[in-house]
Each structure stands twice: as structure tokens, then as C-alpha cells.
């Protein structure tokens, strides 16, 4: 059993670095590209001011104004909350780095399912600084399993999405208070007659089975800091295949045959 495949998954940094006019220095941060309808998109916004002049977004002696606006592919925008984007005065004299978080979901009204396009734009000191566009998707999601290790700092969420009348698994991984995702991972299309498996190793690595079709399996494995490990297809052989433990390897399929790689066409 190969143990070390290529394993291909959707994770994104979405790290973008903008030097303008040599005064101030925007980034943006976004670290997933598919979120589930209504959980947190968070973003982390920085500012380096280099103007020598002091920069105030938010208040009454506000010089600047930070922006936020969410296309649909449409190009239809999407309506703000009523959430101020500055709630509070944020103040960065010349020479000085600034960071904050933002929250999307806060900012504005998601109420559909589909893939989006975000831009943040500063203005100050008659300029604009502009983060070049994002895109993200929404999915409805629901939860199949959840596994939470104190001890890693990881929580562990299986969860069934359904994109253009098929369903899909991704695995979202969180810190223990599940208050932050630490990345999302795209899996494979599900059958789920037969409920997908999660489990735990001593180690604390994540085993996860499930079909794709009835004569393909995936087995897909996560470090117990949530890092993707290997992805397999199997073919199953005899009855329904389950994880079994091992003393190696923590889990396995013997009841599976495993694949060069995944089927061109389905079976």
C-alpha cells in the first residue's frame, strides 16, 4: 500500500502585497477560498505609512477611508450590514505598521450559496491604494463528523457540501475553540449510501473513507496539526471496506485494492 501519494488539495494564503508610490503599503490575507453560508471570512488587512504624515481612518478627524465592496459573478453587489468597516479611530503615524481583522460575514449580507469577488481599496492623502480583486465561494454545508484534540490545538470538521447537484466532502480544520479555521480541504464527489468514516490514530492523525462511486473509494490522511498527508483511491474488494487499525500505520484498508490513480472515466 502506497502511503505518500501526491494528495492535491484547496488551500489558499491569499497574501497580496502592493508598494505604491513609495508612502504607504497595503496587504490583505485572506486564507481560504471556500467558506461555508453564514460561518466567518476572515481578513487581515495591513498598513505601512511611510507618507510622513499621520494616517486616521475612523473618527471625526478621519483623513482616509478604508473600502470594502463584494461582487457576485454577476457582478450584482452584495448590500453592507449596518457594521461599521472602522469602529473604532484606527491611527498609524508615518514610519509604523498597522494590522487589523475584518470579518466579511459581518460586513455584508450573504444570503446565497455562489462564488463571489472582493476589492478593498484605501483612500488617503488624495491617492488610492488598491488590493487587486479576490474571489471566493460560499457552499452550503453540513456536518458529518467532528474530532477535537486538546493537545494539537485542532479541530477536525467533516462536512457534506453540495455543488452543481453533486456532493463533495471537504475537511475544515480549526484551533481547539474553533474560533479560527486554520484551512479547508477539498476531498472528492461522496456516495453517501454508505456514511463516510473519520478516525483518529494514537498518534493523532486524521483516517477519513469514503465511497466516491460504488467501486471507488478515497482514503485521504491529515497530520495531527491538520497538514494533508496522502490521498488514495481504492478499489474495494469484498463487502464494505473499513478503517482497521495498524500498529504502523495507524489505520488501513484490507479489504481495499489501492490504485496507480483515480479511474479516468466512472466506473
Not at 508598494?19 to 496587504?27: C, G, K, M, N, R
Not at 469602529?87 to 450573504?110: C, H, K, M, Y
Not at 492623502?125 to 456536518?143: H, K, M, T
Request: hydrophobic share 40%; glycine share 6%.
Amino acid at each position: 500500500m502506497t502511503f505518500m501519494k501526491p494528495f492535491f488539495f484547496l488551500i489558499f494564503s491569499g497574501l497580496i502585497w502592493l508598494p505604491l508610490a513609495a508612502q504607504v503599503e497595503i496587504s490583505a490575507t485572506i486564507y481560504n477560498r471556500i467558506f461555508l453560508l453564514q460561518e466567518s471570512i476572515p481578513v487581515t488587512f495591513t498598513i505601512e505609512n511611510n507618507s510622513g504624515e499621520t494616517l486616521r481612518l475612523g473618527g471625526e478627524d478621519s483623513n482616509g477611508i478604508l473600502r470594502f465592496s463584494v461582487k457576485n459573478l454577476r457582478m450584482q453587489l452584495v448590500r453592507r450590514t449596518g457594521v461599521p468597516v472602522i469602529p473604532e479611530p484606527w491611527v498609524i503615524p508615518s514610519g509604523t505598521r498597522s494590522t487589523r481583522e475584518f470579518d466579511l460575514a459581518d460586513l455584508f449580507q450573504f444570503s446565497s450559496a455562489e462564488s463571489y469577488r472582493a476589492e478593498i481599496i484605501l483612500y488617503a492623502f488624495e491617492d488610492a491604494w488598491e488590493i487587486p480583486v479576490y474571489r471566493f465561494e460560499l457552499v452550503n454545508g453540513q456536518l458529518v463528523e467532528r474530532i477535537r484534540r486538546r493537545n494539537t490545538d485542532r479541530s477536525f470538521h467533516l462536512r457534506k457540501i453540495n455543488r452543481e447537484n453533486a456532493n463533495e466532502l471537504l475537511l475544515q480544520v480549526k484551533n481547539f475553540q474553533e474560533s479560527r479555521i486554520m484551512g479547508t480541504y477539498e476531498l472528492d464527489q461522496v456516495l453517501l449510501f454508505f456514511p463516510p468514516e473519520m478516525r483518529i490514530d494514537p498518534q493523532g492523525s486524521i483516517h477519513i473513507l469514503f465511497y466516491k462511486y460504488a467501486e471507488l473509494m478515497v482514503y485521504a490522511r491529515f497530520s495531527p496539526s491538520g497538514e494533508p498527508l496522502a490521498l488514495e483511491y481504492i478499489h474495494p474488494m469484498g463487502g464494505r471496506p473499513r478503517l482497521v487499525a495498524h500498529e504502523e500505520f495507524g489505520f488501513w484498508v484490507p479489504d481495499g485494492e489501492v490504485l496507480d490513480r483515480e479511474p479516468e472515466a466512472r466506473p
